[in-house]
């Protein structure tokens, strides 16, 4: 659905983005990730047509970007993080008139209305004039807007920024819903949002695309090792002893609980001991009452990539 090859954007005072290259398929769900700064949204509007790129090339469902920019944008949807809408208009009215601007046949145009507004949870606002509307609303408003004409491919930048969480769940599970029919990709600060909709990540960082994955193999490639705490009932220097002589363990810290109990806190070079470890304090005889793998979350993985500049 997006192809991007070797694009360049300069500024007169920076490089904003520096030869980048991805590709999304048909149907995915893709988190865009970066810092502020990082080049995400002149992305965005290079991938819309909106900004011109200095060199490359972008294909958006086969067309071409830059020659062929009028059918790229029939079929993209984009809602920016500061939606403009015309805040004297009423919701009904807003929306036809982007649907004819979109070319939505007046045939359809009716019911393709009514269709967005149900999806966005706006069929009781449409006489309303947008500028009286809450913040959310005017958000989803936007959703409905760039849904109106079905395009192949959705470009949300901060689909749920100014929304309640009851709102911001409706939106997640319509994201879901939306994949069945479109391509997404989704720009957020959220990360526990990315961890809950998308099906892979980009990273993009001072210009440059620095990962490319699932976020389980992002956390895969980037923890090779384990952090692990175990609490069991034993001799302190017995059990540090026998632990600490396990091939790959560095036993990182300690400390004598109540009634006989020792935490320990270890870094195994395996991703995960645990079941070496259940065993030997089975055959050393200890009691076991907690072993458990330290998880990493994307946001451990987001700030690990950002700050080292050779990416994954």
Known sequence: MIKVEGVTKKYPARLAVDHISFEVAR??????????????????????????????KIEVAGYD?????????RRVGYLPESCPLYPEMRVDEYLRFRAELKGVKSSVRKAKINEVKEQCGLTDVGRRIIGQLSKGYRQRVGLADSLVHDPDLLILDEPT????????????????????????????????????????????????????????????RLHASSVIEMEVKADKVAAITAIGGMEGVDLRSNNILADGWIWLELEADTPDMREELFNLAVTKGWALRELTEQEYSLEDTFVHITRNREGV
């Open 27 to 56: 149907g995915e769900i893709v988190g865009f990730l970066g810092p502020n700064g990082a080049g995400k949204t002149t992305t965005m509007r290079m991938l819309t047509g909106y900004l011109p790129m200095n060199s490359g």
């Open 65 to 73: 970007v830059a020659t062929q920019a009028q059918e790229v944008r």
């Open 161 to 220: 920024v100014g929304l309640d969480p009851y709102q911001i769940r409706q939106v997640r599970e319509l994201i879901k819903q939306l994949s069945e029919k479109h391509t997404i990709l989704l720009c957020t600060h959220i990360l526990p949002e990315v961890e809950a909709i998308c099906e892979r990540i980009l990273i993009i960082n001072e210009g440059k695309i620095v990962a490319a994955d699932t976020e389980a193999n992002l956390h895969k």
